[in-house]
């Protein structure tokens, strides 16, 4: 819920659409008549066409109609309201309670000293930075410094960026570090032997789980991200199948570095060179492939994010360094690959990305099936 008071920019009508995408809800509430509040809020979207009048499952109400409400009715109806014309800074207090007691997030806006209590009890106050006085900018939580309703959104839409890429992040490093302990733990239980040296488990940490984290953390919004609804303020960061996609995906790096052990052990290949060389290039498709949680790689581009196509490709030159370079090979106890065996490297590197793309596509038709609410 954004509560907002200030002329019409130009610019309000497109952010008010925006806040409707995103399932938050604009209110207005302005000391104006309500003609004249009635007028502006139809021309910046904030009211519903046509907008109903009165205190019953009213679009726009007054101050003095509010006065006359108790509590509990204001509590049932708030969610209707989309106008308080005629009010008094202390009636945003009320206003804020209402929708507080329903479970919703409130940001509210003001500049005045009487601003001040209702900017505090929001969950979000948000002062005006030019024509806001003293007293509102120390209450408030934030403060606009072009007093712009817009630059609301652009923060909602720039804070979802960023809780995205912090999901990307803890994603990538738990189902990259679950892959390393599962190859460790499973060669154990199986009698194989120790698939990666201590070197060479330092190396996979730092360099492909480092670099590619770092870089999911500068991924750009996605496309729909103000068409989501808000998510529920108590949910935890591994809602979403998080915990479950970095179990099934860390098992599955696992099962091809055990595989790739076995088969090139058999044929008497340098087996670890090519479990170490499978591991570290399997994160690396997966930091591709986790970009996002239903886009496809393809769809995203591949110049999208600059940084992380940086650290793929520099891990996956010094990867191949490593293999090919004597002085790497004496520190990494490698062996050089000939092509049939990279080429087997390469092909069991790409189950990771190709298994998270079918993952997506599966959930990109699941959400196209779902019925419209």
């Known amino acids: 819920v954004v509560a907002m008071s200030d002329p019409a920019r130009p610019e309000a009508a497109a952010a008010v659409a925006a806040c409707r995408s995103a399932g938050i809800t604009a209110v207005m509430i302005t000391g104006d008549d309500p003609q004249t509040a009635r007028a502006i809020a139809g021309q910046i979207g904030i009211l519903p066409e046509p907008a109903p009048s009165g205190t019953d499952g009213a679009a726009i109400i007054t101050g003095a109609e509010l006065t006359r409400l108790d509590d509990p009715t204001l509590r049932r109806g708030v969610g209707s309201v989309r106008v308080y014309a005629r009010t008094e800074p202390e009636q945003k207090l009320r206003i804020v309670d209402a929708w507080q007691s329903r479970g919703d997030v409130v940001a509210m806006t003001g500049d005045g000293v009487n601003d001040a209590p209702a900017l505090r009890r929001a969950d979000i106050g948000v002062a005006m930075g030019v024509a806001g006085t003293e007293v509102s900018k120390d209450a408030a ?13 652009d923060a909602v839409r720039e804070g979802r960026r960023i809780y995205d890429n912090l999901r990307r992040f803890v994603k990538y490093l738990l189902t990259t570090n679950s892959g390393e302990i599962w190859v460790m733990f499973l060669a154990s239980v199986f009698a194989l032997p120790v698939p990666l040296s201590p070197v060479q488990i330092l190396w996979v940490n730092l360099v492909t789980d480092g670099a590619p984290a770092v870089a999911l953390g ?156």
């Open 141 to 153: 939580d934030m403060v606009l410094a072009d007093d712009n309703f817009a630059t609301i959104v």
């Open 218 to 373: 500068l991924e750009p919004a996605e496309r729909d991200v103000m068409r989501r609804s808000p998510r529920p303020p108590s949910e935890p960061i591994m809602a979403g199948g998080l915990l479950r996609h970095a179990l099934w995906v860390g098992l599955l790096m696992a099962a091809v570095c055990l595989v790739m052990l076995v088969a090139a052990r058999a044929a008497g290949w340098p087996w670890q060179t090519m479990v170490f060389t499978t591991l570290a290039l399997l994160q690396l498709g997966h930091a591709l492939a986790v970009r996002s949680e239903r886009e496809s790689f393809f769809t995203l581009g591949l110049w999208s994010n600059p940084a992380l196509l940086a650290s793929v490709v520099v891990g996956f030159a010094t990867q191949l360094a490593i293999v090919y370079l004597a002085p790497l090979q004496e520190l990494f106890g490698t062996e050089p690959l000939d092509l049939v065996q990279l080429a087997v490297v390469l092909l069991a590197s790409c189950t990771a990305f190709i298994a998270v793309e079918v993952e997506k596509l599966l959930r990109r038709r699941a959400a196209g099936r779902a019925p419209v609410s």
